[in-house]
């Protein structure tokens, strides 16, 4: 076991202060947007409406999250901005790494000292000069840095990995809009010979002069031969399991909740809760399946209505809270287009309307029951799934294999700050993991 020193000595609480004016939507920083289970950052929903001065922050920086410490909110600054007052920033002392003081806080060793120092009970916060006295072992610096590298290259394929999925999932969206929001997919051979232009056949279709009708219901125009209809019509919706805090273990039942919902309507992994008692084997979920928001905590509708299809990423059937819903489709539509219907600006604009409560807001079925748009044949659907199916296998994938590298980086991080892992060690422990195959196991067999 190494020597140790309190965190004040290896770093300070940053103060200086940031104009509202120099600061984006992408380097603003909260509690909101700081990702639980130590998964980073994502975009901030918009900025501060008063405008005026925030906390600051430089690339380099630790952003820790202030507000429910349990929730273990941190992120490593790899750009310069501002943040909310209730993110510390800490900022590293000479002769300490940063990166290397980021893994040490990444512990959950750290999150349990904020806790034990909480004050409050509803909404908890650390107490700042309580976390300062968390102990940091003491290496020499190049040892830190080395350290830092070891698990900084784990997280690097995490991070390559995430930008992959979230290039297919952007890959996906641009064809629907080509296809269900543009109207431009490509006309089939079948098509073209109807519309007596055979050469047509591939071709964008309203760009090629495909035959377009104006709906007065939806009040514009839609490709000929599109059914227009509620989409109450084409689907059935089934809510999932209601659970107390008693339910809840560290083992049993994975349970999809609002934490596994992305304010962009996509799974994250992060925030799964588990349920210890049994489970009715219709309120189990298959993979494929499509699941909606219904509720959402933070009162801003962010949440609310966005989907996703279930990754094939459990080793054993999930079930889904009360918050959540599963959706089932009929034989006219096709659940990966109604995934990306669900998804759209134009769709989360509407359903906000029928989303209401004083403390948490909950979501009104009938909206998406009411819902009037415009369907494509089947075959087109059909067409559109034979390119969405494959990219959700393929970020699947990815996920189980992050799952495995988030596992081994957890499992080394301690070991390493305690000194009973070295270096050489460690590195080799990481390379047989990159060069394993994606979905490998190395959460379950590291030794």
């Known amino acids: 076991m190494n020597e140790v020193v309190p965190l004040e000595k290896a770093a300070a609480y940053v103060t200086s202060k940031v104009s509202s004016s120099n600061v984006t939507v992408e380097s603003f920083v ?113 040892e830190q840095v080395e350290i830092a590298s070891v698990l900084s290259t784990l997280d690097a394929k995490i991070a390559l990995n995430a930008r992959i999925n979230a290039e297919l999932e952007a890959l996906a969206k641009l064809i629907y809009d080509y296809w269900f929001v543009q109207f431009d997919f490509p006309i089939s051979a079948a098509q073209a010979k109807r519309m007596g232009k055979p050469k047509l056949a591939g071709k964008p279709y309203k760009s090629s002069g495909g035959a377009m ?35 809840l273990a560290d083992s049993g039942t994975a349970m999809i909740n609002l934490d596994s919902f992305t304010l962009h309507g996509r799974y994250k992994p992060t925030g799964l809760k588990y349920v210890n008692r049994p489970i009715k084997e219709t309120k189990l979920l298959e993979p494929g399946d499509l699941l909606i928001a219904t509720t959402d905590v933070t009162r801003n509708a962010d949440i609310i209505s966005r989907s996703f299809i279930l990754p094939d990423v459990f080793d054993q059937k999930p079930t889904y809270s009360t918050d959540i819903a599963r959706i089932n489709v009929g034989p006219k539509i096709n659940k990966y287009v109604l995934d990306m219907l669900l998804n759209t600006d134009h769709f989360h604009r509407y359903i906000k309307g029928f989303a209401n409560g004083t403390l948490v807001l909950h979501l009104n079925m009938s909206g998406l029951v009411w819902y009037r748009a415009e369907l494509a044949p089947l075959d087109l659907q059909t067409r559109y799934q034979e390119i969405k199916e494959p990219i959700e296998r393929k970020k699947a994938l990815i996920m189980k294999e992050n799952q495995e590298l988030t596992a081994l980086r957890d499992w080394l991080l301690p070991l390493l700050m305690n000194g009973q892992v070295v270096v050489g060690e460690a590195e080799e422990k990481v390379g047989m993991a990159m060069a394993a195959e994606p979905a490998g196991r190395y959460g379950k067999n590291i030794g």
């Open 30 to 142: 909260t509690v909101d947007n700081l990702l639980p289970d130590r998964a980073g950052l994502t975009t901030a929903s918009g900025l501060p409406p008063a405008g005026g001065f925030m906390p600051a922050y430089m690339e380099g920086d630790i952003l820790v999250g202030n507000i429910r410490p349990y929730l273990k909110k941190i992120w490593f600054a790899n750009i310069d901005g501002g943040c909310s007052n209730d993110v510390l920033v800490i900022r590293a002392n000479p002769g300490y790494s940063p990166k290397f003081l980021y893994y040490a806080l990444l512990r959950d060793e750290f999150f349990a000292h904020m806790m034990n120092g909480k004050k409050g009970t509803k909404m908890p916060r650390g107490d700042k000069k309580q976390i300062m006295r968390f102990p940091i072992p003491e290496f020499q610096y190049s």
């Open 213 to 247: 009708v104006h709906n007065q219901e939806l009040k514009r125009e839609v490709p000929e031969g599109w059914e227009v209809t509620e989409l109450g019509n084409h689907l059935t919706i089934e809510r999932g399991v209601s659970y107390t805090s008693a339910d």
